[in-house]
C-alpha cells in the first residue's frame, strides 16, 4: 500500500495538531490502550500454548485437556490507563493466566 500526500495536506495537518493537541494525545492513548492489550493477551495465549504442551486446534489421544475460550477483562496499569484483555482458559481450569 503506497500513501501518496501533498504537501498541502501535511501542512493543514500539522496546523490541526497546533490547534488541538490533545486529540492527537487521545489517538495515541487509544492505540498504546489497545496495542497493550493485544500484546498482554496474546502473552497470555503463548503462555496456554506452553502450559497445555501444543498450538490451538493440535490434538492429542488420551485425557488431555484443551483450550477453552476466553473471558474478556478490562485492567488497570499502575493507575495510568485502563486495557480490554482477552484471557483465555482451558477446559479443566487448571491453567493460572
Same mark, same amino acid.
Given at each position: 500500500m503506497k @500513501?501518496?500526500?501533498?504537501?498541502p495536506?501535511? /501542512?493543514d495537518i500539522f496546523k490541526e495538531i497546533q490547534g488541538q493537541p490533545e486529540q492527537l494525545y487521545d489517538m495515541i492513548r487509544t492505540d498504546i490502550r489497545k496495542t497493550i492489550g493485544q500484546y498482554l493477551s496474546g502473552l497470555m495465549d503463548?503462555? @496456554?500454548t506452553h502450559f497445555l504442551g501444543r498450538k490451538p486446534y493440535e490434538r492429542l489421544k488420551g485425557d /488431555?485437556?484443551?483450550r477453552n475460550g476466553f473471558y474478556e477483562r478490562n485492567c488497570m496499569l499502575k493507575g495510568h490507563c485502563e486495557v480490554d484483555l482477552q484471557i483465555p482458559g482451558?477446559?479443566?481450569g487448571t491453567s493460572k493466566n
Open positions: @500513501l501518496e500526500i501533498s504537501v495536506e501535511v /501542512v503463548a503462555e @496456554l /488431555v485437556n484443551y482451558d477446559r479443566k
